[in-house]
């Protein structure tokens, strides 16, 4: 076998291995990967497409390189669903950038991102001026999630001769049978209150509970396992 005959095998060796891998591993769309998962796929297609035109590398150091990197981010996955402090380590954390209509510097810092950015990703969302905007999350993904002031949703309440509410932003009290203890502490709250709202809903423990959310005015939102 020549050395485009080579290449041919070598070629669709890796691209079936690297299927299996991310049917394996179970990515999501593109659209929603980490900064972290879009390294490792850079790293992924470099280290097959260096074996396949490497003359010393064969299907075997394609298959190991493959599969060694396969088995480290499955290792990854599995570490961030067992172990729920690593997610923040993998896969990062939204950053509130904009509260209660006001931009959080320190926030856009950490971030990286500038008010150029900032307008930008909100112009996207169909926001023109910060001034719309009640909030504003920065996701892992880079993209940007925006809750606007009740005047300036569509429909608008000034279109329907409405007085302006309050607005409220969710918070997530209870992610994985785990409680989010400054969520609790940003709305007020503590874990005897918590407690109790379970109860009222007939769940005995937070640990019985996938994701539990709150909004004021609301009742406590609960799904168990």
Request: net charge neutral; proline share 2%.
């Given at each position: 076998?020549?050395?485009?005959?080579?290449?041919?095998?070598?070629?669709?060796?890796?691209?079936?291995?690297?299927?299996?891998?991310?049917?394996?591993?179970?990515?999501?769309?593109?659209?929603?990967?980490?900064?972290?998962?879009?390294?490792?796929?850079?790293?992924?297609?470099?280290?097959?497409?260096?074996?396949?035109?490497?003359?010393?590398?064969?299907?075997?150091?394609?298959?190991?390189?493959?599969?060694?990197?396969?088995?480290?981010?499955?290792?990854?996955?599995?570490?961030?669903?067992?172990?729920?402090?690593?997610?923040?380590?993998?896969?990062?954390?939204?950053?509130?950038?904009?509260?209660?209509?006001?931009?959080?510097?320190?926030?856009?810092?950490?971030?990286?991102?500038?008010?150029?950015?900032?307008?930008?990703?909100?112009?996207?969302?169909?926001?023109?001026?910060?001034?719309?905007?009640?909030?504003?999350?920065?996701?892992t993904d880079g993209s940007l999630s925006v809750l606007k002031k009740t005047l300036d949703q569509t429909p608008t309440r000034q279109d329907m001769n409405l007085m302006a509410q309050d607005v409220?932003?969710?918070?997530?009290?209870?992610?994985?049978?785990?409680?989010?203890?400054?969520?609790?502490?940003?709305?007020?709250?503590?874990?005897?209150?918590?407690?109790?709202?379970?109860?009222?809903?007939?769940?005995?423990?937070?640990?019985?509970?996938?994701?539990?959310?709150?909004?004021?005015?609301?009742?406590?939102?609960?799904?168990?396992?």
């Amino acid at each position: 076998m020549g050395r485009t005959g080579s290449i041919l095998v070598e070629t669709l060796f890796g691209f079936f291995a690297l299927f299996m891998i991310a049917k394996i591993i179970g990515k999501t769309q593109i659209s929603q990967l980490t900064a972290f998962d879009f390294i490792s796929a850079l790293i992924f297609g470099e280290l097959v497409g260096n074996a396949i035109f490497d003359d010393q590398s064969g299907i075997k150091e394609i298959a190991f390189a493959v599969f060694l990197w396969g088995s480290l981010l499955y290792i990854t996955e599995l570490l961030t669903q067992r172990f729920k402090r690593t997610r923040a380590l993998f896969e990062g954390k939204p950053n509130l950038i904009i509260h209660k209509g006001k931009m959080q510097r320190e926030e856009m810092k950490k971030s990286k991102l500038d008010a150029n950015q900032l307008l930008h990703l909100l112009r996207g969302k169909g926001a023109f001026s910060v001034k719309e905007v009640e909030y504003a999350v920065l996701e892992t993904d880079g993209s940007l999630s925006v809750l606007k002031k009740t005047l300036d949703q569509t429909p608008t309440r000034q279109d329907m001769n409405l007085m302006a509410q309050d607005v409220y932003l969710p918070f997530m009290l209870i992610n994985d049978g785990e409680i989010i203890k400054d969520s609790l502490h940003e709305i007020g709250k503590d874990e005897p209150w918590l407690k109790e709202e379970l109860n009222k809903q007939n769940v005995r423990s937070h640990k019985d509970v996938f994701y539990a959310e709150y909004q004021k005015g609301e009742a406590l939102y609960v799904q168990t396992f």
